[in-house]
């Protein structure tokens, strides 16, 4: 079993819709990170997260520590949205990844 | 732009060579981060630095070594190279070494046939 999973590995949306991507961790971390991946390769640091919730524009992070589960939701999504989310826990001075949900966002 | 540069954009080799992907961070940041990700295995870490000292260790095999500079730039060099060292390599910058955020360069798209 991977230590940091996600789901769904895929996912589809019409735009405007709402639209949530989870992350669950089996190790002790200090931070966990969400991370955009363009189609072209470029990875953008969107969140980073101890506890409690985030908020960046249409973007919102929260993190349970409690239940090692993570939450990354887009609200009214738009195609320009559609990448690669990668879910990454920091444990042990290291990133461990998650294997990635593709959105794809369709007008 | 993270400001992260990475040289070069693409790399093609043959197997047995040995390569070198550079690094420069963004400016101020003391810690290198690299990692590497290949179709099979996604994103992994391999190593990252601090201040010119290695910090932490991930998967790095043993053909593969790194070194940061006094002037804090990075390289990651790979030797006697396989077909599957074939991956995109990322290198990552952050202040500090903790808490901090990290800012990805574009990363290097390596080709070993």
């Known amino acids: 079993k991977n230590e940091v999973e996600q789901s769904p590995q895929n996912l589809t949306a019409q735009e405007g819709e709402f639209i949530t991507i989870n992350c669950s961790y089996s190790?002790?971390?200090?931070?966990l990170h969400w991370l955009q991946q363009h189609p072209g390769g470029g990875i953008v640091s969107l969140f980073m997260?101890?506890?409690g919730k985030k908020k960046h524009g249409r973007l919102i992070a929260t993190i349970n520590i409690q239940e090692k589960h993570s939450s990354l939701h887009i609200t009214a999504s738009h195609p320009r949205d559609s990448a690669v989310y990668i879910c990454?826990?920091?444990?042990?001075?290291?990133?461990?990844f998650g294997t990635g949900t593709r959105l794809q966002v369709f007008p | 732009d993270s400001g992260v540069t990475q040289t070069p954009k693409h790399l093609i080799t043959a197997t047995g060579q040995r390569v070198t992907l550079r690094c420069s961070p963004r400016?101020?940041?003391?810690?290198v981060y690299w990692y590497q990700q290949s179709l099979d295995q996604g994103l992994q870490f391999l190593i990252q630095?601090?201040?010119?000292?290695?910090?932490a260790k991930g998967n790095i095999l043993e053909r593969f070594s790194a070194q940061q500079f006094p002037d804090l730039h990075s390289e990651l060099n790979l030797s006697s190279l396989e077909l599957g060292d074939s991956a995109l390599y990322f290198c990552?910058?952050?202040?500090?070494?903790?808490?901090?955020?990290?800012?990805f360069g574009a990363g290097t798209r390596l080709s070993v046939l």
């Open positions: 400016s101020g940041d003391l810690s």
């Open positions: 990454a826990v920091r444990s042990r001075f290291k990133l461990i």
């Open positions: 997260l101890s506890s």
């Open positions: 630095y601090y201040n010119g000292e290695e910090r």
């Open positions: 190790v002790g971390i200090s931070a």
């Open positions: 990552a910058s952050s202040a500090g070494t903790a808490k901090n955020i990290q800012y």
